[in-house]
């Protein structure tokens, strides 16, 4: 079965620092381009970022552009989102998502990153 | 950065009847469209892909059709599973995806 399980979210105050991880299951991991999407509480969907299967190309939305960072680990099929220098407005639940280029065909479950 | 949105906000139906959901997009975005479902408290799930794909499991009751800059989400029949938030989400520019702000489907 393909499967995406995130952790690492929690309560940080502003300023702070996490580091998301997502650990992928049931497909050839380093094939595929990996994402992450957010969601503020109530709103809509937001992509944030994104890097190519080799992790050789990584791309983020303006809004997290230098301050979060997207990674992969190929052989241990994780997929990581370092968050530094935490806003109130990155509140959100943290989506992983698996990336063939036509849209999201997996995701994972979410965590709650929440800044206060 | 293109814009899509969607209409209408809040589309209230019975089961049985049939949806039709719209997005449009300020530029033209080919076929490069998808829609996702989201239920409370679960990830979004794909949908439709390129404007008119089936993703893989999804019942032949979803279609989409649409080019260029307006697109259509077509539920033929609505079964009480599928009320829902649909939101649809273009990828011209892989990977600066963005999306609409979703249209959710209530009971009537």
């Known amino acids: 079965e393909v499967q995406l399980l995130e952790s690492g979210g929690g309560l940080v105050q502003p300023g702070g620092s996490l580091r998301l991880s997502c650990a992928a299951s049931?497909?050839?991991?380093?094939?595929?381009?990996m994402s992450w999407v957010r969601q503020a509480p109530g709103k809509g969907l937001e992509w944030v970022s994104s890097i190519t299967g080799s992790g050789g190309s990584t791309y983020h939305a303006d809004s997290v552009k230098g301050r979060f960072t997207i990674s992969r680990d190929n052989s241990k099929n994780t997929l990581y989102l370092q968050m530094n220098s935490l806003r109130v407005e990155d509140t959100a639940v943290y989506y992983c998502?698996?990336?063939?280029?036509?849209?999201?065909?997996?995701w994972g479950q979410g965590t709650t990153v929440t800044v206060s | 950065e293109i814009v899509l949105t969607q209409s209408p906000a809040t589309l209230s139906l019975s089961p049985g009847e049939r949806a039709t959901l719209s997005c449009r997009a300020s530029q033209s975005v080919s076929s490069y469209l998808a829609w996702y479902q989201q239920k409370p408290g679960q990830a979004p799930r794909l949908l439709i892909y390129d404007a008119s794909n089936r993703a893989t499991g999804i019942p032949a009751r979803f279609s989409g059709s649409g080019s260029g800059t307006d697109f259509t989400l077509t539920i033929s029949s609505l079964e009480p599973e599928d009320f829902a938030v649909y939101y649809c989400q273009q990828r011209t520019n892989w990977p600066r995806y963005t999306f609409g702000q979703g249209t959710k489907l209530e009971i009537k």
């Open positions: 998502a698996k990336d063939p280029f036509y849209g999201f065909d997996v």
């Open positions: 049931g497909f050839t991991f380093s094939s595929y381009a």
